[in-house]
């Protein structure tokens, strides 16, 4: 046993109260009670000892220096255990840049400092900004820090020596702290060397482990102390951490390529769409956009087609009576906009809102005239126009708007056809996602919640024909117990896109409650009345962000199928201007979305801007190509140009162009 530092409580008779400790692999060890895990850790190997920054106690993350006082599961962490070590190296460096900030400068005062997603962020008090050379010269001390190996060390302190020691040391904020952690609480103060902060923990074992090499403070914002407007300004300054330099390299890779494909600014250079303050959150799609957009939507209405959907049409602006039958008045209402119209000879005005979600008018059409078993499964298909409010900090381009088109979809069937149903549907979507250039995706997996509808005995059923439908395409899937909705167990799909981001677009949900408030029901074989379950499923999510996603996937180099322009004829030489025209209608005829430029430009600016603009064929053509009936095909990304006949470019470039489940 190496920690002496460690209270050992001896057992009423006076002997050592023994504790057993179990390890990951089975393995039991039997210690003193108030052994640590880097007592544990030294016992079995040197290695391990200094390999160890931090340790499980059933499963719960601790302090390696935490006493064990009764039988545990112990598990020594890593740096190999990737989740346990980012949190605990981003936690860490948040105290060693708050302390960093306090050497630097005394007088700043210290609030909270939480890890986030790549990171972590710190709110200081300080009168005067800091500046990106502040940032230059925390980042050097707290690797001057990280250097000095400062042992980080833990007490629990009682709630009137904790405000006495902020008195003293002027942290108001950390006062205000202490006094809100709720009675029987803990009160634990960390050190970090010198430098002390008020911290649930848990921490690394000394500031050395934190790695020098692998973290970078990225940015300064504004934060009002707690999110609230009426409490002071204070600066938060955000910090990314990784295990090691290459992880800390790719992730700042990622994001200037997220900078360079982002879609609100290549939507700018290819002239795709624009919002403007009078829609908030709506598209303005110019003629380009719309162009990748019906592309887009004929491809998903042609695979809807062969896959035994019927494509149906539902009112945008409906009264609130039937919001109220499907229960969105209640639990939505705020995030619907109203549409109040006074009809005539009518005393009141009259509500209605528009759709934000497609399914109760679904209902209504499957409800018209009586179903029976044999019209099941009945796979009802919409591009449904609907308007959510989010607010506007929350809204972002193309990625998250207020008025968008789902690729929606409701399959009414029964019980029994749940399993078949979800299996046919990942098919299609698997198929739709590999058209559109993603290779893979992810199946997360969501189970009953606490408070449901519905027997057991369908949720036993339900959950098992979508884990199976998902087991059938990968044993990989992820389970979210308790995460499903309150009315059905769904599975979601999350796609990777080029450079690495996940995307979530599609969903399939099971649901027991729609057709039950709405009243669907089917005439079973034995001539009784029964409840179809209704299946919300959707493989893009929405258009316009599914559009956003392409954008940025393919950084704005469509594939010819996709591509709003995709050859603009360019002469070399005025002579060429009416071969241009008979080669661009010969393009056109082959069915390619092709145009003239004919200005009087050089080649080479012409050949630029196209570029630019992310045109995948520029045809060149002067008298040569005139005089011999061909085309110089420069094709965008590749070096160099190709001549050849008219002829043999049209084709070539119409058979690319054929959209993926139009070829043969
Ligand atoms: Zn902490
Ligand atoms: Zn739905």
């Not at 393919?554 to 010819?560: D, I, T, W």
Request: hydrophobic share 40%; proline share 5%.
């Amino acid at each position: 046993m190496s920690d002496a530092s460690v209270a050992r409580p001896e057992a009423e008779d006076g002997g050592a109260r023994q504790v057993t400790v179990t390890l990951p692999d089975g393995a039991t060890r039997t210690y003193p009670a108030g052994v640590t895990g880097a007592d544990v850790a030294a016992d079995i190997s040197k290695s391990l000892a200094k390999a160890a920054i931090a340790a499980k106690h059933d499963g719960r993350l601790v302090d390696l220096t935490r006493p064990i006082e009764r039988d545990v599961e112990l598990a020594l962490v890593t740096m190999r255990d990737k989740p346990e070590a980012e949190e605990l190296v981003r936690h860490d460096l948040a105290h060693i840049m708050a302390r960093a900030v306090q050497e630097i400068w005394p007088d700043v005062k210290v609030t909270i400092g939480p890890v986030i997603e790549n990171g972590w962020y710190y709110d200081f008090d300080r009168k005067e900004p800091f500046s990106t050379e502040d940032l230059e010269r925390i980042e050097a001390k707290m690797r001057e820090i990280v250097a000095l190996k400062d042992p980080v060390t833990t007490e629990v302190w009682d709630r009137d020596a904790a405000i006495r020691h902020y008195e003293e040391t002027g942290e108001p904020y950390k006062i205000e702290l202490v006094q809100a952690i709720p009675a029987g609480e803990p009160i634990r103060m960390y050190w970090h060397g010198w430098w002390q902060d008020l911290c649930r923990g848990p921490h690394l074992v000394h500031t050395g482990q934190a790695p020098a090499d692998a973290f970078k403070l990225m940015s300064v914002a504004g934060a009002y102390w707690r999110g609230d407007s009426r409490n002071p300004m204070l600066q938060r300054i955000y910090g990314v951490a990784f295990r090691t330099k290459k992880e800390l390299d790719d992730h700042l890779h990622m994001l200037e390529e997220a900078q360079r494909r982002d879609h609100r600014k290549i939507g700018r250079e290819m002239s795709l769409f624009h919002m403007q303050e009078e829609a908030p959150g709506m598209v303005f799609w110019h003629p380009d956009g719309w162009t990748v957009y019906r592309a887009l939507e004929a491809y998903m209405r042609r695979r809807l087609d062969a896959a035994g959907y019927r494509e149906i049409r539902t009112p945008q602006v409906v009264d609130r009576k039937l919001w109220e039958a499907s229960g969105h008045w209640e639990k939505y209402r705020e995030n619907m906009f109203i549409a109040e119209v006074q009809e005539e000879h009518a005393q009141e005005k009259r509500v209605n809102a528009l759709k934000p979600m497609n399914c109760p008018c679904h209902v209504q059409v499957y409800n018209h005239g009586l179903k029976s078993y044999r019209d099941l499964p009945l796979r009802l298909a919409e591009f449904g126009s609907c308007h959510r409010y989010e607010s506007s900090g929350s809204m972002h381009g193309l990625m998250r708007v207020r008025g968008f088109t789902q690729d929606d979809a409701h399959i009414f069937c029964t019980e029994d056809q749940i399993e078949q149903e979800c299996a046919g549907f990942i098919a299609l979507l698997s198929s739709v996602y590999r058209d559109l250039g993603f290779a893979s995706f992810d199946i997360k997996f969501s189970t009953r919640p606490e408070v449901r509808i519905g027997s057991d005995a369908i949720w036993d059923k339900a959950e098992a024909a979508l884990e199976a439908a998902a087991r059938a395409v990968t044993e990989d899937y992820e389970v979210d117990p308790g995460e499903g909705a309150f009315y059905g167990p769904k599975l979601d799909f999350k796609l990777t896109d080029a450079i690495g981001r996940e995307w979530q677009c599609g969903t399939f949900q099971a649901d027991f409650n729609l057709p039950e408030r709405l009243g669907a029901e089917y005439v079973t074989e034995s001539d009784e009345r029964a409840r179809p379950v209704m299946l919300h499923r959707a493989i893009l999510g929405s258009f316009e962000r599914f559009i956003g996603i392409l954008i940025e996937n393919y950084a704005g180099r469509f594939p010819l199928w996709l591509a709003p322009r995709q050859a603009v004829v360019a002469t070399i030489t005025s002579d060429a201007d009416d071969y241009a025209r008979e080669v661009t209608e010969a393009l056109k005829a082959a069915g390619l979305r092709a145009e003239a430029d004919v200005r009087n430009e050089k080649i080479n600016y012409k050949v630029r801007e196209h570029s630019v603009a992310h045109v995948p064929a520029i045809l060149a053509v002067g008298r040569r190509e005139m005089e011999e009936g061909t085309v110089a095909v420069r094709r965008l990304g590749a070096k160099g140009q190709e001549t050849m006949s008219l002829e043999a470019a049209a084709k070539a470039l119409a058979e690319e162009a054929t959209p993926p489940d139009l070829k043969g």
